[in-house]
């Protein structure tokens, strides 16, 4: 079985966010389920410079304003087809924003292309690669549906996946004719969405299956609370909404392997933490104080992940004697919050700014806790790392941090099952309460390792999720082959 996974970002090429990480590994995972993945990215600068060689499968000439080209290529062990189009992505940095911040102008376009591209593959115009089914991964990927709808090839399997339903892709409306649309989808009970143009809305109305990244967000989202305007579609295409849950790469989150540590570790050698823990301090600028627990973050700083949350806790964090190391990249507001939040407490709360795989990898094995305060998370990845490498995540209870960690209640700790802390509501007295509950545990050294051993024997990687995608993949290819018989 053949799939194509429409994607605007895919690790390690090319990452702002989970989407990539997920965008990333899931191919891998499929193969070992019998299903050959390649992946349509946009050939922005680092995706190109990442091949080391390429075939022309075919040339466009006019793709929104210029001529195309797309490549066949290898590259980290993914099969790539790269949408190599100048005039749209040949574009340094973030690859939706300009230096200043800004939206690309020609976002709309920039990533109708993506779609109208995956369209034409999905239909079989290209010699040698007829997909079984074609995933499409957020609103980049979106318009992809909505070409096929709007064409009368034959229509293979489609599913639409939601890595985070806020970024929506809301373009004007009046641009509806230069994308090469009908008018006729400019409705309700198409891809209007107040007016506008939604490209994730688009995919939703149109994909045979839709996913999102965890069971509890696919339920949250088809409420008014946590709808962002498309709970009603939503709800209406509940019976083939589904929450798969996002694992990590366990080869690249390895404590036995992993070189960002200063020394491996596993579940019969965690006292080996303290060692990272040790060049972690140093290197952020901690003290070195004994029996001190040292909580982490490790996030984008925008609000949905509630920073300020911590930011309104750190004075309990630090009379519960604990310390905070922050490594996080975002808006400047926040910065400015955390820069201060760092100045007021030397050598007991450390912020890093900016992007850094590297050490986003020592804090994972330096620190004693994760703190993820999100007010919604898909999925959230940076609780699978905590988990797997012994660091107890205390998390909110949304989304998936509620489906992924198993909270340290009475009940779950004489079961034997707890993994971390949950909290909720996501607000400050909240967190401060699982704070509490964590100096609590941490006074019982036998008790945080047993949590630890438990964390450690989470099962984070991909390999379940992948199942339940190949089996969703079946399903929806074998529909649409019955449709076109
Ligand atoms: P989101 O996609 O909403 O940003 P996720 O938890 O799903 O959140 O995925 C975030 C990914 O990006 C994780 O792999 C996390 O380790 C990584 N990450 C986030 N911020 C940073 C940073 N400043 N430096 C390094 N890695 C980061």
């Given at each position: 079985?053949?799939?194509?996974?429409?994607?605007?970002?895919?690790?390690?090429?090319?990452?702002?966010?989970?989407?990539?990480?997920?965008?990333?590994?899931?191919?891998?995972?499929?193969?070992?389920?019998?299903?050959?993945?390649?992946?349509?990215?946009?050939?922005?600068?680092?995706?190109?410079?990442?091949?080391?060689?390429?075939?022309?499968?075919?040339?466009?000439?006019?793709?929104?304003?210029?001529?195309?080209?797309?490549?066949?290529?290898?590259?980290?062990?993914?099969?790539?087809?790269?949408?190599?189009?100048?005039?749209?992505?040949?574009?340094?940095?973030?690859?939706?924003?300009?230096?200043?911040?800004?939206?690309?102008?020609?976002?709309?376009?920039?990533?109708?292309?993506?779609?109208?591209?995956?369209?034409?593959?999905?239909?079989?115009?290209?010699?040698?690669?007829?997909?079984?089914?074609?995933?499409?991964?957020?609103?980049?990927?979106?318009?992809?549906?909505?070409?096929?709808?709007?064409?009368?090839?034959?229509?293979?399997?489609?599913?639409?996946?939601?890595?985070?339903?806020?970024?929506?892709?809301?373009?004007?409306?009046?641009?509806?004719?230069?994308?090469?649309?009908?008018?006729?989808?400019?409705?309700?009970?198409?891809?209007?969405?107040?007016?506008?143009?939604?490209?994730?809305?688009?995919?939703?109305?149109?994909?045979?299956?839709?996913?999102?990244?965890?069971?509890?967000?696919?339920?949250?989202?088809?409420?008014?609370?946590?709808?962002?305007?498309?709970?009603?579609?939503?709800?209406?295409?509940?019976?083939?909404?589904?929450?798969?849950?996002?694992?990590?790469?366990?080869?690249?989150?390895?404590?036995?392997?992993?070189?960002?540590?200063?020394?491996?570790?596993?579940?019969?050698?965690?006292?080996?933490?303290?060692?990272?823990?040790?060049?972690?301090?140093?290197?952020?600028?901690?003290?070195?104080v004994?029996?001190t627990p040292l909580f982490?973050?490790?996030?984008?700083?925008?609000?949905?992940?509630?920073?300020?949350?911590?930011?309104?806790t750190i004075?309990d964090l630090m009379a519960g004697g604990a310390q905070l190391a922050?490594?996080?990249?975002?808006?400047?507001?926040?910065?400015?919050?955390?820069?201060?939040?760092?100045?007021?407490?030397?050598?007991r709360v450390?912020?890093?700014?900016?992007?850094?795989?590297?050490?986003?990898?020592?804090?994972?094995?330096?620190?004693d806790a994760?703190i993820?305060?999100?007010?919604?998370?898909?999925?959230?990845?940076?609780?699978?790392?905590?988990?797997?490498?012994?660091?107890?995540?205390?998390?909110?209870?949304?989304?998936?941090?509620?489906?992924?960690?198993?909270?340290?209640?009475?009940?779950?700790?004489?079961?034997?099952?707890?993994?971390?802390?949950?909290?909720?509501?996501?607000?400050?007295?909240?967190?401060?309460?699982?704070f509490?509950?964590a100096f609590?545990?941490w006074?019982?050294?036998?008790?945080?390792?047993?949590?630890?051993?438990?964390?450690?024997?989470?099962?984070?990687?991909?390999?379940?999720?992948?199942?339940?995608?190949?089996?969703?993949?079946?399903?929806?290819?074998?529909?649409?082959?019955?449709?076109?018989?």
């Amino acid at each position: 079985m053949q799939a194509l996974s429409v994607a605007s970002e895919i690790f390690p090429l090319i990452k702002t966010g989970g989407l990539a990480d997920v965008a990333g590994a899931l191919p891998r995972a499929l193969a070992r389920e019998g299903i050959a993945v390649r992946s349509l990215v946009p050939g922005y600068p680092a995706v190109l410079a990442a091949l080391a060689g390429s075939e022309e499968m075919r040339g466009f000439e006019d793709v929104f304003g210029g001529p195309a080209r797309l490549l066949s290529a290898e590259a980290a062990g993914l099969s790539l087809l790269v949408l190599d189009a100048p005039h749209l992505y040949r574009r340094e940095g973030n690859p939706y924003l300009d230096a200043t911040g800004l939206s690309w102008p020609d976002n709309a376009f920039r990533f109708a292309a993506l779609g109208r591209v995956a369209a034409d593959i999905a239909e079989g115009k290209l010699p040698g690669f007829v997909p079984d089914v074609v995933h499409a991964h957020d609103w980049q990927a979106g318009l992809t549906f909505a070409y096929l709808q709007a064409g009368s090839g034959p229509r293979c399997g489609t599913v639409m996946t939601i890595h985070n339903l806020a970024f929506q892709g809301l373009f004007p409306g009046e641009i509806l004719g230069r994308l090469g649309l009908p008018a006729s989808m400019m409705t309700l009970e198409g891809l209007e969405f107040y007016g506008q143009i939604g490209f994730l809305k688009a995919g939703l109305r149109y994909a045979d299956a839709i996913t999102t990244v965890s069971p509890t967000y696919a339920v949250e989202i088809r409420t008014p609370e946590n709808g962002m305007g498309l709970d009603g579609l939503l709800r209406a295409r509940a019976s083939v909404l589904s929450g798969i849950c996002n694992g990590i790469d366990t080869e690249i989150w390895n404590t036995r392997s992993d070189p960002q540590l200063v020394v491996p570790y596993d579940a019969d050698t965690l006292e080996r933490k303290t060692i990272n823990k040790a060049a972690l301090r140093e290197r952020l600028g901690l003290a070195e104080v004994a029996d001190t627990p040292l909580f982490g973050l490790i996030t984008r700083l925008t609000s949905q992940k509630g920073i300020d949350l911590v930011i309104a806790t750190i004075p309990d964090l630090m009379a519960g004697g604990a310390q905070l190391a922050l490594l996080g990249s975002g808006e400047a507001a926040i910065e400015v919050a955390l820069a201060r939040a760092a100045s007021e407490n030397p050598g007991r709360v450390a912020v890093v700014f900016g992007y850094d795989e590297g050490l986003a990898h020592l804090m994972q094995g330096g620190c004693d806790a994760l703190i993820v305060p999100s007010r919604f998370e898909p999925c959230g990845l940076t609780q699978l790392a905590a988990l797997r490498y012994g660091t107890l995540p205390v998390v909110s209870r949304v989304g998936g941090l509620a489906d992924t960690v198993i909270d340290a209640n009475e009940a779950a700790i004489s079961a034997g099952v707890a993994t971390g802390f949950q909290f909720g509501p996501p607000n400050a007295d909240s967190l401060r309460q699982a704070f509490d509950r964590a100096f609590v545990l941490w006074q019982d050294k036998a008790a945080w390792l047993r949590l630890q051993r438990n964390a450690l024997a989470s099962d984070v990687g991909w390999d379940r999720s992948a199942r339940i995608y190949a089996s969703l993949f079946r399903s929806v290819a074998s529909q649409a082959a019955s449709r076109r018989a």
